[in-house]
């Protein structure tokens, strides 16, 4: 099972990476579009996150709260992150 600290280090240098955003400018509790992150990207980094983590993820997953922190929670209530 994946750990949810190293999910969420994972997704804040994915989007860091993308956005091309310092470390103290990113948020996890923000929403994805308020640093540009659009629904493309966002579903980009669903198929990375499924080859990296070896998991299935549910596009609604990034899309109900569109946020770090969110998509953590989205994953640790389906069973994939503990």
Excluded: C, Q
């Excluded at 091309?20 to 579009?33: G, H, I, N, Q, V």
């Amino acid at each position: 099972m994946v750990d949810a600290a190293a999910l969420r280090n994972w997704l804040v240098d994915y989007v860091r990476a993308v956005l091309d955003l310092e470390a103290d400018t990113l948020s996890t509790a923000a929403p994805f579009d308020s640093y540009g992150f659009d629904s493309i990207e966002a579903v980009i980094m669903a198929g990375v996150m499924e080859e990296e983590f070896s998991i299935r993820i549910e596009p609604t997953m990034v899309f109900d709260d569109p946020s770090i922190d969110g998509v953590v929670a989205a994953l640790r209530n389906a069973g994939l992150v503990a």
